[in-house]
């Protein structure tokens, strides 16, 4: 597609259930990245991934937050057994690092409410 | 670590009128990028401008214009001829850079976000 597309925009889910996120890159882009923007906490990183090194999971704030990117492609970010402090728009983003230029291009992201 | 930290939570200019919002930033990095984003109520982040550390030229697109002033750390941006299309939050960001010539690494770190209404 032509940019960072996510998917759901925006989900409702009770306490305590898993929730799956879904970020399609723009494609050919190397690397991609997951951040949250919540009211109390401001725009925080969770973690990037680029080519085939291991991801940098230093942003993500508990072992119930996790991610894969599959093929290079496509990005999953799943929190399980949520809490009501998730709740939070979560954003992709993705870019190609060429040269040393590193523009990073974002989604509208999914606007996650936890009940 | 790195911080970035925007003093002003919200902007008001009319239409037509130049806006500077302002942008200090704490590193012991030499190399980084900064970045201006624009927030607008449809929620996509969306780079309005960037600058890189070892420039000493200021960075322009347009109707925006930045004034970096590496030994102050200051990084603020200028809107000039304001349009109601501006109105968003714009946040300041900052990018370290691995290795001179090299690829960057593109962990942002961001400042709080200034809100900026543009009136008729």
């Known amino acids: 597609g032509a940019g960072v597309s996510q998917s759901p925009s925006n989900k409702v889910t009770e306490k305590g259930k898993d929730v799956e996120l879904r970020c399609d890159p723009i494609?050919?882009?190397?690397?991609l990245y997951w951040y949250r923007q919540s009211l109390g906490q401001g725009l925080e990183f969770l973690i990037y991934?680029?080519?085939?090194?291991?991801?940098?999971k230093s942003g993500l704030p508990s072992d119930r937050f996790s991610a894969e990117r599959t093929g290079g492609s496509v990005s999953t970010l799943t929190i399980q057994r949520t809490q009501q402090e998730d709740s939070a728009v979560y954003l992709c983003?993705?870019?190609?690092?060429?040269?040393?230029?590193?523009?990073?291009?974002f989604g509208e992201g999914s606007w996650l409410t936890v009940v | 670590a790195q911080t970035v930290t925007q003093s002003q939570p919200e902007m008001s200019v009319q239409e037509a009128e130049t806006v500077t919002l302002s942008c200090t930033y704490d590193?012991?990095?030499?190399?980084?990028?900064l970045f201006w984003y624009k927030q607008p109520p449809s929620r996509q982040m969306i780079l309005v401008i960037r600058?890189?550390?070892?420039?000493?030229q200021n960075a322009t697109e347009n109707r925006f214009s930045v004034n970096f002033q590496k030994a102050a750390k200051s990084f603020s941006l200028k809107i000039s001829d304001s349009q109601l299309g501006d109105t968003a939050m714009y946040f300041c960001?900052?990018?370290?850079?691995?290795?001179?010539?090299?690829?960057?690494?593109?962990?942002?770190?961001f400042g709080q976000g200034t809100i900026l209404t543009v009136h008729p």
């Open positions: 983003a993705s870019s190609l690092i060429a040269g040393g230029r590193n523009t990073i291009y």
């Open positions: 960001a900052f990018m370290k850079r691995t290795n001179a010539g090299g690829t960057s690494y593109g962990k942002l770190t």
């Open positions: 991934f680029q080519g085939n090194s291991a991801p940098d």
């Open positions: 600058q890189e550390a070892y420039k000493q």
């Open positions: 590193t012991s990095e030499s190399n980084y990028y």
């Open positions: 494609s050919g882009h190397t690397a």
